[in-house]
């Protein structure tokens, strides 16, 4: 069956059509309209600005969506939506554009927990990929150890207690003048420093627990990038990049490990937007080749916020039968 996506959770606008079915994960089209060239100037995402941002590209987007696929609405046999978690105006874009379409042409409508469908990516690009599985979701506003038992129950068994490491990644990019987001210029510019050059606490709580907490270390950098700047030294963000980085990759990785001891998993999904980073792959490749665990990543293009991935989820919520009516409301968390 074709499965309409529909995604608006915080800067991009997507919307996709997937088909699946027994055996059968086909992405037939993936359009993302990204604003984050809009928030850029800011320094960080508008709420605001997002919102109306998704308005104005959400019907263009989903008419080409349709387009691209080669089908029209009346062959889509559901319509998945972002409803939460993520910027409350702009997922009621999303929702409600998904509740007109599903009303006026009478098609089922499949809400969508964000973070699942980060995860679903990996059902796209891994077709043999099934649960049960441990899935390690680090975007911008998540890092979270989750128990996927069937496709529908995700158990949180670990994650950060504070901030996210991609927020974590932006916040010292921004500081140290990388263009927003940090993220992907952090990646860059940590190969061309040293990784022990700079001493940072390290994210990973100590002991058995599978938690994180990334507020210290950001402080530690900006404390670094503080006093290097009163005594007049220019920073070297090459090298702060390359510490920062080495420091958040290790403490994943470190608690990906201990999740897999502790539950017996045998597969591993990394996913979200910071799966993007070149060093945390590495990272996490080379530790589950030891490990003798099956790691499934999605490629770049899946990683990032998309509908195709929504779309992906959503399948499996319509197999549940897991729909809504026009009474469906976005939550922010
Ligand atoms: O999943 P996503 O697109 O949006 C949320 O749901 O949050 O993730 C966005 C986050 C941003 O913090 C961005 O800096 C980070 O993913 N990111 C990266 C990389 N590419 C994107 N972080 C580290 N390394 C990258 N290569
Ligand atoms: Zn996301």
Redesign the pocket.
């Known amino acids: 069956m074709y499965i309409l996506g529909i995604e608006s959770?915080?800067d991009e606008t997507s919307a996709a059509v997937v088909r699946m079915g027994e055996g059968e994960r086909v992405i037939c089209s993936n359009i993302v309209a990204s604003q984050i060239e809009t928030h850029r100037l800011y320094g960080g995402v508008v709420p605001e600005i997002a919102s109306r941002a998704h308005i104005e590209a959400v019907s263009n987007i989903t008419y080409d969506s349709l387009r691209k696929a080669g089908i029209g609405i009346s062959d889509i046999g559901a319509v998945a939506v972002t409803s939460h978690p993520g910027l409350i105006g702009a997922l009621l874009v999303g929702v409600n554009f998904a509740k007109s379409l599903a009303y006026s042409y009478n098609i089922p409508l499949v809400p969508v927990d964000?973070i699942k469908a980060?995860t679903a990516a990996a059902y796209l690009s891994d077709a043999s990929l099934e649960p049960p599985f441990l899935a390690l979701v680090v975007?911008?506003?998540h890092t979270s150890i989750y128990r996927v038992e069937s496709y529908n129950s995700f158990e949180e068994i670990g994650g950060t207690r504070d901030d996210a490491a991609?927020?974590a990644?932006?916040k010292i990019g921004r500081v140290i003048g990388l263009p927003y987001?940090?993220?992907?210029a952090?990646?860059k510019l940590a190969y061309e420093g040293n990784a022990t050059a700079i001493a940072l606490p390290s994210p990973a709580l100590g002991g058995d627990t599978l938690d994180l907490s990334f507020s210290g270390i950001k402080t530690a950098a900006l404390n670094y990038i503080n006093s290097e700047r009163q005594q007049g030294h220019e920073i070297a963000r090459a090298d702060l990049a390359a510490s920062y980085t080495h420091a958040i990759v290790n403490a994943i990785t470190k608690k990906a490990r201990l999740a897999l001891k502790q539950t017996g998993m045998r597969r591993l999904v990394l996913a979200?937007?910071?799966a993007?980073?070149?060093h945390l792959r590495a990272a996490l490749e080379d530790m589950c080749k030891k490990q003798n665990v099956r790691l499934s990543v999605p490629p770049l293009s899946l990683c990032?916020?998309n509908a195709a991935m929504v779309a992906a989820a959503g399948y499996f919520e319509y197999l549940d039968g897991n729909f809504a009516d026009t009474s469906l409301n976005a939550s922010a968390i």
């Open positions: 959770s915080c964000h980060h975007s911008g506003g991609g927020e990644f932006d987001p940090g993220g992907a952090i990646d979200g937007g910071v993007a980073n070149s990032g916020d």
